[in-house]
Every structure is written in C-alpha cells, then in structure tokens.
C-alpha cells in the first residue's frame, strides 16, 4: 500500500493562490493540510484545514484542492494522510511557488491589524479571513491569502452550503449582466439565467438569501442601463432555483413606491433595495424573506411565494402612512438613515428577543446617517422629483439593533447602537458599508472611511484596520474602497474547501 505525490495544478481556475496537489492512493485514508506560515514575517500564521471525507481506494488520480497559500513566495504545504485507524500513514511537505503569477497593479499584499488584546483577537479571528468585494482574501496577520485573476463587482460576499455566489459586472460598475456559483477555488458550477419567461432580462445587484427549500433570491433591476427611469431603480426581487440557475418569479416592487418620500441624496426614481435575510416559517406570520430599502427606509417581510408584502417597518421615520401593514416603531428612538445590510442577527445576548415560533427576532443595521440635518432628521423628497438645493449633512456610521415582534405587531429598539472609534480616521459614509455576524461578535465596514472593525455587541472593539482594503481598478472615483468587507468564518472556509473537493473529484 502507498500513497504517492505526483504533481501539482498551480491556480486550477480563478483564484491564484490556490492549488490541486494531485496522488495516487490505494487505500482508505482521510486528509489534512497545512499551509505553513512564512518566514519572512514572524507574526505569520499557519492556516489550517482538516478533512471530514474519507478518500476510498481508487484508480483515479485524487485531487487536494488547497486554498490560502502566499502570494509570491515559495509556500511550504504540509499534507498528511491518516487511514481508519487514525495511523498517520503520509506527512510530507510540498512547495508551491506563486511568485511567478501576474498580479493587478492595484493589489494590496498586506493589511495592518491594530489590537490590544492578543489573546482576545486570537480567539475571535482565528483561522478567518478578511474578504472584500474583489475577493482578496486576508488572514489575522494581514497577509493575502486569496487572489482572484479576474475580480468580480458588486460582489455580496455571500455562500451557501460550500459554494461561493458572485456577480459579473460586464459592463456595468455595480450591476451584474452574469451571476455564477463556484468554488471557493474559481470553478463555475452553474451560472444562473437572469432572464423570465417572457424573456425580460435582468441585472443583479447587492444581496441574496435564501429559504427553507433552498431556493435563492436576489435583488434585481430590469434596466441594468441605468439610462431611463422607465422603472424605478433597484425595486425588483428575483426567486431562483439554486440548482438550476432557472427563474421562478420575479417581482417588481416600482408601484408599491409611487408616493414615497426618498433621502434627498438619492438618484431620482430610486427605491434602491439593499439588503436580504431570511425567517423560517413557524413564526405567527410564516416563512418571509426581509428586504431593506436605502432610499425609503423601509423594511419588508415579503411571501416566498409570490413576493407579496406581508409586513412593513418604517425605519426611516418618514413615510410611516407609505403601507397599510406598517409595524408599530414608536418604540424606536433613534431610525436608521440610509443604512446597509439590514439582517436577521444570531448573537446570543438578544437570545431574550428572539422566539421565531412566536415572531421575534432582532435585526442589525449598518446606519450610515447619510442624509440628515443638524438635529439627526432625514432630509427627503419625492421619489419622482429631483433633488433639491436644501442642505444635509452625514454623520458618522453606526451599527443599530431593532427587536421584532410579530405577535404584537410592534419594533423597539434592542439596546444602545454601537458608535465606532472616530478619532483617527472619521467613520463617515453616506453610501455602502457592511455588518455582519461573526458568531457572538461583529465585522463591521465602512466603505468611504475604508475601515474595518471587529467589535462586541456593546461596542469593545477587538480589531481594527484603518487601511486601503480594496481597489477598483478603472474607476478612480472609487479608489480604495469596496461595497463589502467581511469575515469569513473557519467553518465557513472549511465548507467552501469541502465542496472544492468534490468538485475536483467528481
């Protein structure tokens, strides 16, 4: 019995700091790998990742797909075979170079991390990676560990049972012509048909979610030009099947809005949704996918469906008489103005809010305070007018809670905002920006400030870079910045290798 090293496959597809270490195995075994930590650096990290497949005897060449080596260095891969019994039977250290890939000028090798507690930022970044919109992937000590050759736009930084969703720009800065789930190496598994039956196309942009059967939805806009009005911008929510890539409805929300009032710093015709999250059925309502909207400030439960509005939260304290269904707020004190990822949050200090058989659930805002007066009121217009001379201001971002109660039909405000550390660099943007769970903390971006933190839920913040973190290349106007930045989980990379597993083997 032997396993036996063949060759390697540098960059397989997309990501050019991954790898297929190619063997010839005759037995029964299970697998790990280790990319080792670089030596040119001594706060590098290894990064780490154990197989829960058994590999069977086989004639065909096996391929372990490896993800986070180094980008122009000569990586050292420990790979390590055990059989049944858990005897190590193969440890071997293999090289892979990458300093002979081609990188964009604009490519950010390494971040600095600021702490102050080791231990804590430790154990709460752990084996993680930084993602940006780009999909450049950084590890706890900053360095690039995933590259991809050919960067996508307006990537929402979403997966889903080991697979990676991500759009194409094209054409178009923000919107995606083309829309794909791969893996976590660049391989296209499917690309999705963003067309309807009557074969009305369309363009997908900011968020996806998806619900208990497993089918996927996505914000859409059937005028990816952008060069009329003939429907309002970003009003449309698509419905997927995730294994075919095939549309099952689309809806289009541009009439639902014809009497809104929208943030004076929005596009004229803008309904601008932005944001998607899920609750399962079982709650006083059903099952209902959660839509946000930017430029109203307004959040909706809607039926999967058909997309019928089952429930509406006037968060942005302006347009409380737009539906008939609104939510009670009046136990909210402070609305959010323009914010971003509104989502369905885990963390286990709101577990006293959170009953889904009962309705109850907590969201979290990223409120970027875009378009406010002096005194903290939005400052709006109507969504068919222009915009107007009337002054506003931004103030700086911060990341609210909202406590759903669907039995009571009320929202009040879950606890204090968390405020972010403004005294070195002002964590002011009007447009974009991100927060997302990271099991019991938080990863938090704001795009125009171009920061990142990873911050408790009453605020201690564990982590921050005050950094370039992203680059657009060809559009100045957005230097430095990205829609999104988040944390990728271990569990989560550990899914993502799992399926790039199958991929390679199937």
């Known amino acids: 019995m032997a396993i036996i090293y063949t060759d390697r496959d540098l960059a397989p ?12 195995i005759d037995e029964a075994v299970t697998y790990s790998y280790t990319v080792l930590a670089r030596n040119t650096s001594p706060t590098s990290v290894d990064f780490n990742y154990v197989s829960d497949v058994t590999i069977e005897n086989t004639d065909n060449i096996v391929k372990i797909p490896v993800i986070g080596l180094y980008a122009n260095y000569p990586n050292q891969v420990r790979v390590m075979f055990k059989d049944l019994d858990g005897i190590e039977i193969f440890n071997q250290i293999i090289m892979v170079r990458t300093d002979t890939q081609v990188y964009r000028d604009a490519t950010i090798f390494h971040l600095n991390i600021e702490h102050t507690d080791t231990t804590k930022f430790t154990s709460v970044w752990g084996n993680s990676w930084l993602m940006t919109t780009n999909c450049d992937g950084y590890d706890q000590n900053g360095d690039l560990r995933c590259y991809y050759s050919e960067p996508y736009r307006n990537q929402m930084l979403r997966t889903h049972n080991g697979y990676f969703y991500i759009g194409s720009d094209e054409d178009e800065h923000w919107y995606g012509r083309r829309f794909f789930k791969i893996d976590i190496l660049g391989n296209v598994i499917l690309e999705f048909t963003l067309r309807d039956s009557n074969n009305n196309r369309f363009a997908n942009t900011h968020d996806l979610a998806w619900d208990s059967a497993g089918n996927i939805y996505m914000i859409g806009n059937d005028n990816p030009d952008r ?14 099947y995730d294994n075919t890539g095939t549309m099952i409805w689309a809806r289009n929300y541009t009439r639902d809005f014809n ?32 839509v946000h909207t930017r430029s109203t400030g307004i959040i909706l439960g809607i039926s999967p469906e058909n997309g019928e509005i089952l429930w509406t939260i006037n968060s942005g304290g302006f347009n409380g008489a737009l539906f008939a269904n609104g939510l009670d707020t009046s136990g909210i004190t402070a609305f959010e103005n323009g914010a971003h990822t509104v989502c369905v949050t885990d963390n286990s200090k709101f577990v006293g809010n959170t009953d889904v058989s009962q309705g109850k659930f907590v969201l979290s805002l990223f409120d970027n305070r875009s378009c406010v007066d002096p005194d903290g009121q939005a400052v709006t217009r109507a969504i068919t007018a222009d915009a107007t001379a009337e002054p506003y201001q931004t103030d ?17 405000q879950a606890q204090p905002s968390i405020d972010l550390p403004s005294e070195t660099v002002p964590q002011i943007t009007d447009f974009m920006g991100a927060v997302f769970d990271h099991n019991d903390y938080y990863s938090i971006y704001t795009n125009h400030a171009r920061s990142f933190f990873i911050s408790d839920v009453n605020g201690e913040i564990i982590a921050t870079v005050y950094d370039v973190i992203c680059s657009l290349d060809g559009y100045p106007e957005f230097s430095g910045e990205c829609y999104r930045a988040r944390l990728f989980a271990e569990s989560e990379l550990n899914d993502l290798i799992g399926v790039g597993y199958k991929v390679a083997n199937t």
Request: glycine share 2%.
């Open 227 to 240: 060069s009329t009005n003939t429907m309002r911008q970003d009003a449309s929510i698509l419905k997927f």
């Open 259 to 290: 009497n809104a009032q929208i943030l004076n710093n929005s596009p004229t015709n803008d309904v601008h949704l932005n944001s998607l999250s899920w609750i399962p059925a079982g709650n006083v309502n059903g099952e209902a996918i959660i």
């Open 396 to 412: 700086p971002a911060r990341v609210m809670f909202y406590a759903v109660n669907l039995t009571t039909n009320t929202v009040t």
């Open 13 to 24: 597809a997309n990501n050019q700091l991954a790898a297929y270490l190619n063997f010839i």
